[in-house]
């Protein structure tokens, strides 16, 4: 053969697709997005016994060839070679589920009508013992005359019966198109498995039912329920941070050995503060993807996912979401980027792209330095516990703005049809560490794809706004001021030079360094950064903030934690711990001249809010562009969240002069 | 029994007969392709510790249906 033979692999959802693709293409696999849909297209390629190669494309999980969402409309194009990204498969392979034939067949048996070759491979026969169904696949391939394979994929029991199958030319199945309605259809099926599946008439209690009787329990549900949780954040939060650590490390390091090689300008300030800078924002939140992964991977995995969306479900239906989407809305008060990842495990394009635009609004991890700083700025006075209940405060305000906006969205995106919820909850299952593992090992890499160009580009951006334009005249006297400084700072480190000459110097490099900070203030408020945070005054004093606070807010729209540092380069001069940086920021007075403080707590107050909603991160805007296919949806999420954060911080610094 | 009109009434462990499926065409088409179909036997399993949904039974499949829709699935 000259080309490699295309297989398609089809079947309903939580049939164990994934599973049968991993083990046929091991990690020679692709993930990417069909163009135009928000839909996952996964091919791999795995060789047969003859040693020759093979495709496979696994197609989106689907119940029926009459498309009910645009995963199932993929699959439907796909197989009717209607979609010009990808070829018309060769032959398909049909994966059904030994404890249910009957509905599995009625997709299986709609592809047979397509006049493709098609090879049957019918899975979980384990499961099914257990549920006392036996079913004779000889029969069922006498009657259809194609392979019919008995398979536990996820034990790797039948691969080589099937490695046969893939090995043989493809053949079509014998089977006469069901003339009529779905009873029709499953009449037909009925009779095709006449004979052919023995159910055993005793009533069974399977190893599931004795699993769901603790783990959807009213009170013992719960309680596993919040312990799984709680141990997935304290993973993140704490675990995280030592790997984190690292990366943060190993990205200064490269910075300090670009500085210490290349020559001081704006190439080695780009390279070291956009790039290795930009880059280095993005990889540092690779571990907490890889964890979050790891437990929402397993719990998909052994089929707990789905009771979680079970007890979950009437939590989420008030605001319209359903229960599915609550593990991505909880994955975001830790990143919403692995958040909004997460959606992919929800079927309904709607309800997907609603809990994607939700999603920022989640208090993310990296919120946590900006509220700590305010928060401490705003009650200089006041106790840990009086700080823990403003800290608690804000986690209210994003978890009610979360329904809001859900409940906003909901009644904005009108439904074709009134959604009908249906939580399919499959056996349980022990899981498999290799596939969770894939599965990390694929988000990962799609995330510091994805999100990596399109951040490393913005990041650039934004180092050139805080740098250029630049001022000849600062820049002569900074570089003035450093020759200077390096002058007397070889005097001062120099072992011959008198006592007083020491002093002197040391009262130059005191005044030289004082000097430059200065003079880097002004830089900053020169660039185009700072002529933006002149430029917005005008609009965010009403919310009381002056300009200064304006480039804090211009900068953290890269990123929510560059707050601290971009202060700190305002304020200061120079990075610097962040204890220093709020003491300067305390004394800091407002310029109208009344001497009042420019951080009061109604302006601290008013920032607050203004963080708890603003969309501030780039990586989680590349994000929403990535998943939804389009920057219509990446922008409206910007506006929407950055308009609402103004008008609640308006709202809050306004009404709070009634009572301060 | 003759209390018993919808699916959302039955108790833990009870079955039923389908009916008609009173909603929306793709919706009632759904249902059907997964095999809920006049005539076929389904069993009620469990309530979710919040009330909703409900866990049924249907061929060898587990498929929780939210009450409001159960509400329209009649029993013969």
Redesign the interface.
Same mark, same amino acid.
């Given at each position: 053969m000259s080309s490699p033979r295309t297989f398609a692999l089809v079947g309903n959802p939580n049939t164990g697709k994934t599973t049968l693709f991993n083990a046929l293409t091991g990690l020679r696999q692709k993930v990417a997005n069909y163009p135009g849909v928000t839909v996952e297209k996964k091919t791999g390629i795995g060789r047969n016994r003859h040693g020759e190669e093979f495709t496979v494309i696994d197609l989106p999980g689907a119940?029926?060839l =009459?498309a009910?969402s645009p995963d199932e409309e993929v699959t439907r194009a796909v197989l009717h070679g209607e979609r010009a990204d990808t070829p018309k498969p060769d032959a398909v392979l049909c994966l059904v589920?030994a404890?249910?034939? =009957?509905?599995h067949l009625?997709l299986a048996t709609q592809v047979m009508e397509l006049d493709l070759p098609v090879i049957v491979v019918v899975n979980k026969t384990d499961t *099914?013992e257990e549920?006392g169904?036996t079913v004779a696949t000889k029969k069922l391939e006498e009657r259809l005359g194609v392979p019919v394979v008995p398979m536990q994929a996820h034990a790797r029991v039948g691969m080589e019966a099937l490695q046969v199958a893939l090995s043989a030319e493809p053949a079509k199945a014998n089977w006469k198109p069901v003339e009529g309605d779905? *009873?029709a259809r499953?009449a037909a099926i009925g009779k095709l498995l006449e004979g052919a599946v023995a159910h055993s008439e005793d009533e069974r209690i399977t190893p599931s039912d004795k699993w @769901?009787r603790v783990l959807?329990?009213?009170v013992f549900?719960?309680l596993i329920l919040f312990g799984i949780l709680g141990g997935l954040f304290f993973t993140l939060f704490s675990l995280a941070g030592y790997p984190m650590d690292l990366i943060d490390g190993a990205f200064g390091w490269l910075g300090e050995q670009v500085e210490a090689r290349m020559a001081e300008g704006d190439l080695r300030a780009l390279i070291t503060e956009g790039i290795i800078g930009g880059v280095g924002g993005v990889v540092i939140f690779l571990p907490q993807i890889l964890i979050l992964f790891f437990f929402i991977g397993l719990m998909e995995n052994t089929g707990y996912l789905a009771r979680v969306s079970?007890?979950m @479900?009437?939590?989420m *239906?008030g605001v319209g979401l359903n229960?599915k989407a609550f593990v991505p809305l909880l994955s975001s008060y830790a990143c919403a980027i692995p958040g909004i990842m997460a959606t992919r495990t929800m079927e309904s394009a709607r309800d997907r792209l609603i809990t994607t635009l939700i999603a920022p609004i989640t208090s993310c991890s990296a919120r946590l330095p900006v509220y700590v700083m305010l928060i401490a700025l705003m009650l200089p006075a006041g106790t840990a516990g009086q700080k823990a209940l403003v800290m608690l405060g804000l986690y209210v305000l994003s978890i009610l703005g979360v329904y809001a906006f859900a409940y906003v969205f909901n009644r904005a995106f009108k439904q074709t @049809?009134?959604?009908?919820?249906?939580? =399919?909850?499959?056996?349980y299952q022990r899981p498999s560490w290799r596939e969770v593992g894939m599965e990390m090992f694929d988000r990962g890499k799609i995330f510091l794809r994805r999100a990596g160009t399109v951040i490393l580009g913005l990041s650039i951006v934004l180092w050139a706004l805080t740098t250029y334009p630049k001022d000849p005249k600062i820049e002569k006297q900074l570089a003035d001021a450093e020759a200077v400084l390096e002058e007397q700072q070889q005097l001062l480190d120099s072992k011959s030079t008198e006592q007083n000459q020491r002093e002197e110097a040391g009262n130059v490099v005191e005044a030289k360094t004082k000097g430059i900070q200065k003079l880097t203030r002004k830089q900053l408020a020169h660039s185009a950064a700072g002529k933006l945070g002149h430029a917005i005054e005008p609009m965010i004093e009403p919310l009381g903030y002056d300009w200064r606070m304006g480039i804090g807010l211009v900068a953290s729209f890269a990123a929510r934690e560059v707050f601290v540092s971009t202060m700190s380069i305002v304020y200061l001069g120079e990075e610097a711990e962040e204890d220093s940086v709020r003491e300067r920021m305390a004394a800091q007075k407002r310029d109208d001249g009344t001497g009042k403080p420019a951080y009061d707590v109604r302006t601290c107050l008013s920032l607050l809010v203004f963080y708890v909603f603003a969309m501030q991160c780039l990586s989680t805007v590349a994000v929403t562009r990535r998943e939804t296919n389009s920057w219509r949806w990446a922008i409206l999420q910007v506006v929407y969240l950055t308009g609402f954060a103004y008008l609640a911080a308006l709202a809050t610094y306004q009404l709070s002069g009634f009572f301060v | 029994m003759s209390d018993l009109h919808h699916i959302g009434q039955l108790s833990e462990g009870e079955s039923a007969e389908l009916g008609s499926v009173e909603l929306p065409e793709a919706a009632a088409e759904r249902l059907a392709e997964m095999g809920m179909l006049p005539g076929a036997s389904i069993r009620m399993i469990r309530r979710a510790p919040l009330g909703c949904p409900i866990e049924f039974e249907v061929g060898g499949a587990r498929l929780a249906l939210r009450r409001a829709d159960a509400a329209q699935i009649f029993v013969q």
């Open positions: 119940y029926s =009459e009910k589920d404890s249910n034939l =009957e509905r009625y *099914a549920l169904i779905t *009873a499953y @769901d959807v329990h009213p549900g719960w079970f007890m @479900d009437r939590l *239906a229960g @049809d009134k959604t009908l919820l249906v939580l =399919e909850l499959p056996s | -």
